[in-house]
């Protein structure tokens, strides 16, 4: 890694694409505390590989606000569906205003923005959701993790694939709209602005807060959300020597896992509205042996009456045709409503 930025950046002496811009490079991030983590874990990782980009003081962090953030009383869907959170980002990109941007993957729209691309993803946290409960709710018994939840409970939660799979497995719950970062959506619990909530516990993680969680969700109960726990770096398309230094990092099995999930979302190309669940990791068929790409999907009403949720596998190089195949799979035979 680090014989590939010296190798990069002495190629254009102080800069790093052919229009001479100048260092420090200026990496675009949203301004939540969990996106800010993300964005300096992931420097700190880049210059401690990179030694000579340490000593450059070779990046600028900027946070941007983005429409997802700045409209909180909305459900996504509502006020312009996918991309909320990575639109003005990709506009300071491509105007030049950022050379670089991390983003949690499952931000990203599944194809672009002409002229962007997906440089690199970076090895994946805990995928998983989790249910954290108001303070005074008996912790579940793990096998059979919704039974805590009294008939009736009310959760909060803004994600419509949450959503169908907690109502087609108990109908009797009652849904609220629950949106804002991590820590104010902890704060409305404490509060008893509902009873329960979902969050994924990659974040957590990262915001050293993973004793919140009250029971972690497997993939069978509750599947993740494409990209869940990945974080992802753009550049611009014609900065080879940006793409070239950002691949140096980049972790196979996210790649593989990711370009399997995104590619099913793509092949269903659903709306914000449109629950859709996806998770891929790789699996070792005989021990020491080469791993093999297992993927879940599922499509869902948002109200729970219907779910379908099925597996595929195959070889991890594979990935985007397994995703892809799945997605047609599942599109097939769902309503056509589903996807309108």
Known sequence: MQEAARAALARQGTSVVPHRRMLPLRVGTRGSPLALVQTRAFLTM?????????????????????TGDMVQNRLLAEIGGKGLFAKE?????????ID????????????????????????????RDVLVLRPDTPIPDPEAPLT?????AVIGTSSVRRQAQLLHARPDLKIVMLR????TRLDKLSQRLCDASLLAMAGLKRLGMEDRADLILDPSVMVPSAGQGIVGVTVRENDIELRELLGAIEDYEARAVSTAERALL????????????????LIPLVAGGPPQLELTGL????????????????????AERIGREL?????ADSPSDLFA
Do not use: W
């Open 299 to 318: 499509v869902a009403r948002a109200d729970g009456s219907f779910l379908l949720r099925r597996n595929i596998g195959g070889a991890p190089a594979d």
């Open 100 to 127: 670089f941007a991390v983003h949690s993957l499952k931000d990203l729209e599944t194809a672009m923005p002409p002229g962007l691309v997906l440089a690199c993803t970076l090895k994946r946290e805990d995928a």
């Open 46 to 66: 880049l210059t401690r590989f990179c030694p000579v980009l340490r000593d450059m003081g070779a990046f600028q962090e900027h946070a941007i606000n983005t």
């Open 148 to 152: 805590a939840l009294v008939h009736g």
């Open 180 to 183: 804002g970062n991590v820590q």
């Open 327 to 331: 997605g047609a799979s599942l599109r």
């Open 266 to 281: 793509a092949e269903l190309d659903g709306s914000c509205q449109t629950p859709i669940g996806g998770y891929a990791r």
């Open 89 to 97: 980002i990709h506009e300071a990109l491509l105007d030049g205003r």
